[in-house]
């Protein structure tokens, strides 16, 4: 009668061990679910960062552009006056040479002009094609931002759902554990934070399936006689078997 009603005892806290680690493993699987999640959020926040990055890296661009233009065309106009003022000096001078000299220079700064006129009208095209860069960062950004908002507040309501299931899940945790004598609960955490979530392991044909590794052919038989908890001599996990 006494070994009966200890059969049974043990047979309860086995199986409510089991039932702790089958819940474990649930809300292993929803904490699992929320980092992906999380992931997911920094992702498409990151992406977003990029697209901004880009689009400042394109504005100051395009700041560059337009200030060595304006230098450009800035130094086009002193070139004209200079040239201008050459123009008028040409016929005051007295020597055939000095007007050789004034013809030259004029030349040459006809020239430099030419060549800064062709630069700035490169730069203005450049200047069109930017814009439309700019534009389209512009535009990547805020779809961007747009698709993070409406997706995270999605996102944000499936994480809050498996929080509520963990908590609900954690209520039945601690219900099964109740019925859990102290040392072995103690153990079975132990074991649960040294072996990865998995302190117990069921035997299949006389291995255990926590290690893969042979145990004494008599522990089934023992253990189906409910008498004691038996634990792996390899891997030292809670052993048991299938009812
Ligand atoms: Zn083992």
Redesign the pocket.
């Known amino acids: 009668m006494e070994i009966n009603t200890n059969a049974a005892n043990v047979r309860t806290q086995l199986e409510n061990l089991v039932r702790l680690q089958d819940l474990d493993m649930e809300m292993l699987q929803r904490r699992n679910q929320i980092k992906t999640l999380e992931a997911d959020i920094q992702q498409a926040e990151n992406g977003v960062a990029e697209q901004r990055q880009a689009l400042e890296q394109h504005n100051k661009e395009m700041e560059k552009l337009l200030k060595d233009r304006r230098e450009a065309e800035r130094t086009v106009k002193e070139r004209q006056e200079q040239v201008s003022k050459l123009q008028g000096q040409k016929f005051d001078v007295k020597t055939n040479e000095a007007y050789n000299t004034i013809e030259s220079e004029i030349k040459t700064k006809k020239q430099e002009i030419g060549m800064l006129e062709e630069r700035v009208l490169e730069m203005m095209m450049s200047e069109d094609e930017l814009k439309k860069i700019v534009a389209g960062s512009q535009v990547a950004v805020k779809i961007g931002e747009g698709k993070i908002q409406s997706d995270q507040a999605k996102i944000r309501e499936n994480m809050a759902g498996f929080e509520v299931e963990i908590q609900k899940l954690q209520a039945e945790w601690q219900e099964a554990a109740k019925v859990v004598q102290a040392e072995y609960l103690d153990r079975y955490i132990r074991l649960r934070e040294a072996k990865g979530g998995m302190a117990i ?1 069921r035997i299949e044909n006389d291995v ?1 399936m ?4 042979s ?1 004494r052919p008599q522990a089934s038989i023992e253990l189906r006689k409910y008498r004691t908890l038996l634990f ?6 809670i ?1 048991y078997v299938e009812a």
């Open positions: 392991a255990c926590g290690c893969r590794l145990i792996c001599d390899n891997c030292a996990r052993l």
